[in-house]
């Protein structure tokens, strides 16, 4: 979230960005109206703690010198009451302000495109163009079905809709999207992370708005903690707390997890497929860096992101968010969406961010000069690949007329070099011999004697 003395300071910017957003500005005026009650209610805690701390020496001082002290011992007794009520309304009056500051999103970056939904989002990039076929096509899941390598009947029985059973060689092409992906972000010299798999309430409160995670998230029972919905917040938490020495920035991580997510009122989640689903595998890239760096580290994430895409040659666009579809934690993103021929639309399967200090705020995650001046970090991420999506854009995109799927170039080193998944099997044919018919000698004729 943003730091109080920073809106204060900043009052004008705040607004024009929640305007933009096309949010309520009585957010920012219940804030700062909080914060005001707040800080009157701090001034008279600090002037009873001093008072407590100066009677305190006032006591010991007269006690030594023989002087009457039950006049301060008066006062003295008086103030414990009087701290105790008002410490409990600043305690109350600060969870206030907290649940406030929440709701007050980050500022937006410059030239961002203004509008109130994703109707106004901006196209900056097409890559590719969509295969022209020469049949009708079929989605993944008629694919996936027929070949047997698609399972969602078994997987409604065991777990519930939104799951599935990848099997045989799409499992298999799976593990190989992985391995691509991790070979590809380790030659750009990230640092691979395997993070746990559970986050507590901190540090998914500090990732982005709670309550909006709340609907996506898995609760673990009893416990302030919830499975991941990506390991893009476990990355962030781990530097909880921590000041970076400034010539180790910018940090520059990817992580591989699996990732859970309810998806309460997603479009589709009660149907068959692999396009929303309760649980997927995902790489994801996240780097801290300075402000002045952030720009330059952004389109780093983006490319890292586009040429995993390219190099699988499916067809794409980038699209960056409007001020009304970007999400309170971000001052900037945009998504890449593939082509699918099935339902002739560009869908998403990346998310790139830029967070500004907003994260870092929460946590206290700050650099350090070599002068010894602190300040916070930025952060930003972006989906390397998330890969049951990407499973369903290579399905559909290189199915072939037979039902058969070309598996991409750079994935057949990963698959023991298999080049097409389901290729129908020759016929063996059978060549007819003729039989041959054995010439049986006719019997000598008897002479006549």
Same mark, same amino acid.
């Given at each position: 979230m943003l730091n109080p003395r920073f809106i204060k300071d900043n009052e004008k910017e705040?607004?024009?960005?929640?305007?933009?957003?096309?949010?309520?500005?009585?957010?920012?005026?219940?804030?700062?109206?909080?914060?005001?009650?707040?800080?009157?209610?701090?001034?008279?805690v600090d002037f009873l703690r001093h008072e407590r701390n100066t009677l305190?020496?006032?006591?010991?001082?007269?006690?030594?010198?023989?002087?009457?002290?039950?006049?301060?011992?008066?006062?003295?007794?008086?103030?414990?009451?009087?701290?105790?009520?008002?410490e409990?309304?600043?305690?109350?009056?600060?969870?206030?302000?907290?649940?406030?500051?929440?709701?007050?999103?980050?500022?937006?970056?410059?030239?961002?495109?203004?509008?109130?939904?994703?109707?106004?989002?901006?196209?900056?990039?097409?890559?590719?163009?969509?295969?022209?076929?020469s049949f009708k096509v079929k989605n993944h899941i008629e694919l996936g079905e027929k070949?047997?390598?698609?399972?969602?009947?078994?997987?409604?029985?065991?777990?519930?809709?939104?799951?599935?059973?990848?099997?045989?060689?799409?499992?298999?092409?799976?593990?190989?999207?992985?391995?691509?992906?991790?070979?590809?972000?380790?030659?750009?010299?990230?640092?691979?992370?395997?993070t746990p798999l559970v986050i507590n309430k901190k540090i998914a409160a500090a990732a982005g708005d709670l309550d909006a995670f709340k609907l996506a998230l898995y609760k673990i029972q009893d416990e302030d903690e919830y499975l991941i919905p990506t390991s893009e917040h476990t990355m962030l938490g781990m530097f909880s707390g921590k000041t970076i020495s400034e010539e180790k920035l910018p940090l520059k991580l990817f992580s591989y997890s699996m990732c859970f997510r309810k998806e309460i009122g997603s479009h589709g989640i009660n149907e068959k497929g692999l396009w929303r689903t309760h649980q997927f595998n995902k790489i994801e890239q996240f780097i801290f860096c300075k402000s002045r760096d952030s720009k330059k580290y952004y389109l780093e994430l983006r490319k890292n992101s586009e040429e995993i895409i390219k190099a699988l040659k499916l067809p794409y666009r980038i699209l960056e968010s409007c001020s009304?579809?970007?999400?309170?934690?971000?001052?900037?993103?945009?998504?890449?969406?593939?082509?699918?021929?099935?339902?002739?639309?560009?869908?998403?399967v990346s998310s790139l961010s830029n967070c500004g200090i907003y994260q870092s705020n929460d946590l206290g995650i700050k650099g350090i000069n070599k002068k010894g001046e602190r300040y916070l970090l930025y952060t930003l991420n972006n989906?390397?690949?998330?890969?049951?999506?990407?499973?369903?854009?290579?399905?559909?995109?290189?199915?072939?007329?037979?039902?058969?799927?070309?598996?991409?170039?750079?994935?057949? *080193?990963?698959?023991?070099?298999? @080049?097409?998944?389901? !290729? $129908? /099997? +020759? =016929? %063996?044919?059978?060549? *007819?011999?003729?039989?041959?018919? @054995?010439?049986?000698? !006719? $019997? /000598? +004729? =008897? %002479?006549?004697?």
């Open positions: 705040v607004r024009n960005s929640i305007k933009k957003r096309d949010l309520d500005e009585k957010i920012l005026d219940s804030f700062l109206v909080s914060n005001k009650e707040y800080l009157k209610v701090k001034e008279k305190s020496k006032q006591i010991n001082k007269a006690k030594k010198q023989g002087k009457d002290i039950k006049e301060l011992i008066h006062k003295a007794k008086k103030i414990p009451k009087d701290l105790e009520f008002l409990t309304e600043l305690r109350t009056l600060n969870e206030k302000q907290k649940d406030l500051l929440k709701k007050i999103p980050n500022i937006l970056g410059k030239d961002i495109p203004i509008g109130k939904d994703e109707s106004k989002n901006k196209v900056i990039k097409k890559h590719g163009k969509p295969k022209k076929f070949l047997d390598i698609l399972d969602f009947d078994s997987s409604s029985k065991t777990s519930g809709t939104g799951f599935y059973y990848l099997k045989g060689d799409l499992a298999l092409l799976n593990q190989a999207l992985i391995a691509f992906a991790i070979n590809h972000m380790s030659k750009k010299k990230y640092n691979y992370i395997e009304g579809d970007l999400s309170t934690w971000k001052m900037k993103g945009e998504d890449i969406e593939i082509y699918r021929p099935t339902t002739k639309k560009y869908e998403e989906t390397v690949i998330a890969t049951s999506r990407i499973l369903v854009c290579i399905l559909e995109n290189y199915q072939q007329k037979d039902g058969s799927i070309k598996v991409p170039v750079c994935l057949q *080193k990963y698959m023991n070099g298999l @080049k097409v998944i389901g !290729k $129908p /099997k +020759k =016929k %063996k044919t059978v060549k *007819k011999t003729k039989k041959k018919v @054995k010439k049986t000698k !006719k $019997p /000598k +004729k =008897k %002479k006549k004697k």
